[in-house]
């Protein structure tokens, strides 16, 4: 659906240079929902505005659906008879046809004040080919698709934070598009809200089969509605997959300090720097940390484990997620014994698809 290839964008300001984009290659799948995730500068946002070219990359093929928005060409420079790669992208009648497939959403929603929720989402079917009439009848589908058809007649200053977001999700919706663009669309919202939209963009993928590509600097966002995930960093993209994969088994220590934002067991990092006695081994002893895969959940590996290595194990934290109806259970557990029977049995978990990690080696503090 979505093809991104060598894609790069920097701006050039008066203090320098800012690559937003480094190189950046990547595909989304048709109907999925795809979430781009990082910290403030790492280029999501930018990433995002080059796909409907609201940004002009520097360099890079972008492919949505069956459009080439922009294509790498070697061009003759004819003065000093060279080649020369330069981005070739659609513009005019061409460009507004394009986009037409792909709507936007904002943080800040972007409603016109004085306008009705009705003159809202009719806005962008000004300059189509539906009458007044067949534009009325779309409005109110619409309406009736975020659940709003009784704030028709009022204007944006008497709905909440969240009603305005579901009229700008309608308003997007208006030219039937393919994909669907969220840039931090919940993040104005409150809690109740934020998950009230994300239900809606859950429903509209299943219902319409959207394609849904959305940034966010949340990981409980990406954890709620997305199938894959990419975390940005510095303009790259530093990790990608499947959300259940990333969570399961994080690899770049940005990742771990996103997966670690909504899971209880972050709590540990704390009282590690305090020394708390609460989960300090004693002698050889380790804390780990323990991931069980949604194969490895529920069986009594623990208790197992204690007894055919000759082991000690104290839980300290533990809770179990389900991410897209998986399960993924998490425990952190002081482990004690002699040296080369914790070693066995940490290997042994790890035969039992559990990912192990050592937080706090007792051998050597």
Known sequence: MIEIKNLS????????????????????KE????????????????????LNLLELPDAGDIRVGNTQLTKMVQIENKKNHTIEEKIKRKKGKELRLARRNIGMIFQHFNLLDRSTVFDNVAYPLKYSKKNKKEIEIKVKQLLELVDLTDKIDVYPSQLSGGQKQRVAIARALANDPK????????SALDPEATESILELLKKLNEKLGLTIVLITHEMSVIKSICHRVAVMEQGNIIEEGKVYDIFANPKQQTTKKFVNSISSLSKIHSMIETHSSLILPQGKGKLVQLRFLKDSVGNALISEVSRKFNVNMSIVLANVDLLQGNPLGGVIAVIEGEEENIISALEYFKNNLVNVEVLYNGAVV
């Not at 203090?15 to 950046?24: C, S, T, W, Y």
């Not at 109907?31 to 080059?50: D, P, Q």
């Not at 994909?179 to 919940?186: G, N, P």
């Open 31 to 50: 109907k999925e929902i795809y979430g781009i995730i990082g910290y403030s500068g790492a280029g999501k946002s930018s990433l995002l505005r080059c």
């Open 9 to 28: 964008k920097t701006y050039h300001l008066k203090n320098g240079d800012v690559e937003a984009i480094r190189n950046i290659s990547l595909q989304i």
């Open 179 to 186: 994909v669907l663009l969220s840039d931090e669309a919940t």
